[in-house]
């Protein structure tokens, strides 16, 4: 590999990783305003969560909505991956994450004295990226979880009926 390609590739790596840690700052400081997606996603993002698929806007949606669901989170990347070759228009990166959601009031007062507050996941992430005249931004994105500890958000009946056909468990919203 010749010095520009090693820089191309140094390059990418760097603006896609900052790329990830943006829009994981973004969804806990809550930064949901105007535009924000456009600045993480291209237009047919598809995601595909323990929630289901999601496309377009309706995945940035999915990811405000999920957010939503709690009072606090705080979500760390590590070992990110990227492959792409020098001077591609589309790349790949996989990372481990550590997501810890704080419940909402309304979640720990339906479960009752003695609910635990926090809700965590160990998981790993996989994405398809594509250069665009912004810059990198997502085109796909999965989320595996590959642990939890503690009990999940109290969904709303649809979204817990939608889970349980996913994951063939019991609905619990």
Request: hydrophobic share 40%; aromatic share 6%.
């Amino acid at each position: 590999m010749n010095e520009m390609s090693s820089t191309t590739n140094l390059r990418d790596h760097v603006e896609i990783t900052t790329l990830i840690s943006g829009f994981f700052r973004a969804m806990d400081e809550r930064r949901f305003d105007e535009g924000w997606g456009g600045a993480h996603f291209t237009d047919d993002l598809r995601t595909t969560t323990p929630l289901g698929v999601a496309e377009g806007a309706d995945a940035v949606r999915g990811v405000e909505e999920a957010i939503g669901r709690f009072a606090a989170t705080l979500h760390m990347s590590s070992d990110v991956l990227v492959r792409a070759e020098p001077g591609a228009r589309t790349a790949s990166a996989s990372w481990n994450a550590h997501m810890t959601h704080v419940h909402l009031d309304s979640t720990l007062h339906a479960r009752g004295e003695g609910a635990n507050p926090l809700f965590t996941v160990g998981g790993v992430y996989e994405a398809e990226l594509r250069r665009t005249d912004s810059g990198w931004r997502i085109s796909r994105m999965s989320v595996r979880a590959v642990w939890t500890m503690g009990e999940p958000p109290v969904l709303p009946e649809e979204t817990a009926t939608r889970v349980a056909e996913l994951t063939g468990s019991p609905a619990s919203g």
